[in-house]
């Protein structure tokens, strides 16, 4: 049997069913599918639970300084099914929230399996064909298991099954040291886990500047996670301790027995079981589907979303790619993903908030810079709160007078960080902040001194 719709939309997760809701309501008829959970990785195995284990993380954390702030506690105990009790609410909560929205949408059906394409524009879920004039492939990604030798004979975590740990691992050893090591290391530090991540370049969060990643590391290492980089030939081996993790470092012990291991060596996209070869929908080197400015991908009448096309590993960025398909396709613009200034945070404690370059890929750029940078113990707001770690650094480029990139590494980074996103998106020139009045006392008041601090470097 073969049932036809207006469009299908593959993938519940955070593009997938804004479109459906654009779609239904402009009077098409819409299948959207899902094989798993309704809500994708955001809402089940990412940012929601993660970032609700962190805030648990941070109320140990500050309970522990208890006595620095003069609040005297008794003793602080971790009770981790509470923990993880909460994590589970926040998950149900939103997942439920997206099946209504879902079911309150007119002419959509919402069809649970795996698809895969037959033929252009035909798909198979469950033994039935679906077709339609248009499809949306929101399909996402999932964590990236290297083959490291030993891989298969222990067992080792991922984000999905780390999330609903209802204890504390003795010995947490983290592979990878990006956003996912970096997030769950801390987290499980302040739990009370011994934890060791090991990563195999020379430093953590590579992608960022080298003054980014060191303060990192230094407040990491300072509440006492072990930090072992320049890795090589990891292997995975079972050990009467638990899983030995062989490292190879140039210096330190060759290897590391953790009681848990968490892989966190980023992540790959759901393309390779989906018959894209059958529907002419063409995928780059790693998987990703190749998609033009507009997100439409090699095949008439096919556009890729979120995660799946590699133009963005981010929830805010799924979410944009689904406002430039509905707007072009629904209102008439001519939306392009190349226009979209990147900014996102690493919710480590304190958060790094990042906007455009970093100041190593704005010199790559070879224009004229100007730079600036204010450590966190120059900001008020920080010092009263006691929390004086990491730095606020802008640059621009000394001919147009635009900010270029941000970084704010420090207490509130990930909010403070949309002062200049928003200046860069208003393509705001230098001056333009000049008459602002800032509220007193926040970490934001300090971005026009950072700003008339700027200087050629
Ligand atoms: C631990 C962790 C923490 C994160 N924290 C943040 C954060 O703080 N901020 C942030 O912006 N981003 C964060 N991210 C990234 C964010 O979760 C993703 O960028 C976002 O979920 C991508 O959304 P998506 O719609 O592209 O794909 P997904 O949310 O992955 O959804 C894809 C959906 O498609 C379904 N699917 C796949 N293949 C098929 C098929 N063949 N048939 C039917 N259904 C299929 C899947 O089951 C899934 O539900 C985090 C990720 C992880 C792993
Ligand atoms: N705060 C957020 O927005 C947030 C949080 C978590 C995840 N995410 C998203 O999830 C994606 C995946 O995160 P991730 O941290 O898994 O991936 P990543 O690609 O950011 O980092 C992977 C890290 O693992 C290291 N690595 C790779 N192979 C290794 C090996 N063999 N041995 C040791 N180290 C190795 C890499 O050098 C790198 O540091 C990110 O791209 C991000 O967009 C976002």
């Known amino acids: 049997m073969t049932r036809t719709f207006d469009a299908i939309i593959v993938g519940a997760g955070q593009a997938g069913p804004a479109l459906a809701n654009r779609l239904t309501g402009a009077g098409k008829t819409v299948a959207i599918i899902e094989r ?68 309150s949408m007119p002419g959509l059906t919402l069809v649970r399996g795996h698809a895969r394409f037959t033929a252009p524009r035909r798909l198979e879920v469950n033994g039935e064909t679906l077709e339609a004039a248009q499809v949306f492939l929101n399909v996402g990604g999932r964590a990236r298991i290297p083959d490291f030798p030993g891989v298969d004979e222990v067992d080792y975590l991922t984000n999905s099954t780390i999330i609903p740990l209802e204890s504390v691992p003795e010995h947490l050893v983290v592979v990878g040291g990006s956003y996912i090591g970096l997030e769950f290391a801390q987290m499980y530090r302040r739990f009370g886990a011994k934890v060791t991540v090991v990563e195999q370049g020379p430093r953590l969060i590579q992608r960022e500047d080298e003054d980014v990643s060191v303060e990192v590391r230094t407040f990491l290492e300072a509440e006492g996670i072990v930090v072992r980089t320049d890795a090589c030939c990891i292997r995975l081996a079972q050990h009467p301790g638990g899983v030995a993790v062989g490292v190879d470092c140039n210096e330190g012990e060759p290897e590391v027995v953790g009681t848990h291991v968490l892989l966190a060596v980023g992540r790959q996209p759901n393309t390779d079981d989906l018959g894209l070869d059958k529907a002419g929908i063409a995928v780059d080197e790693h998987g990703y589907i190749v998609v033009d400015d507009t997100l439409a991908t090699t095949a008439d009448g096919v556009w890729a979303m979120g995660d799946c096309n590699g133009k963005g ?35 480590v404690d304190p958060p790094l908030g990042r906007v455009g370059m970093s100041e190593t890929q704005a010199r790559k750029s070879g224009r004229p810079l100007l730079v600036s940078k204010r450590p966190m113990t120059r900001v008020g707001r920080a010092v009263e709160k006691g929390e004086t770690h990491g730095f606020m650094k802008i640059v621009a480029d000394a001919e ?53 601090d700027l200087k050629p470097a």
């Open 400 to 452: 147009t007078r635009k900010i270029l990139g941000a970084a704010i590494l420090g207490t509130g980074g990930d909010e403070a960080i949309h002062g200049i996103l928003d200046m860069m998106n208003a393509d705001a020139s230098l001056d333009t902040l000049q008459w602002a009045v800032p509220i007193h006392p926040t970490v934001s008041e300090l971005i026009p001194t950072v700003v008339g």
């Open 36 to 103: 798993h959970l309704v809500g994708g990785t955001c809402v089940n195995t990412g940012c929601k639970p993660t970032k609700t284990l962190v805030a648990s993380a941070y109320a140990a954390r500050l309970a522990q300084r208890g006595a620095e702030y003069g609040v005297l506690t008794g003793p602080i105990a971790i009770d981790m099914p509470t923990i993880a009790a909460r994590a589970r609410k926040v998950i149900l909560d939103s997942r439920k929230g997206n099946e209504d929205w879902l079911a």
């Open 313 to 347: 590993a981010f929830t805010h960025t799924a979410w944009n790619d689904y406002e430039i398909v509905a707007a072009n396709l629904l209102d008439g613009g001519k939306r392009k993903v190349s226009e979209r200034i990147l900014g996102y945070a690493l919710y």
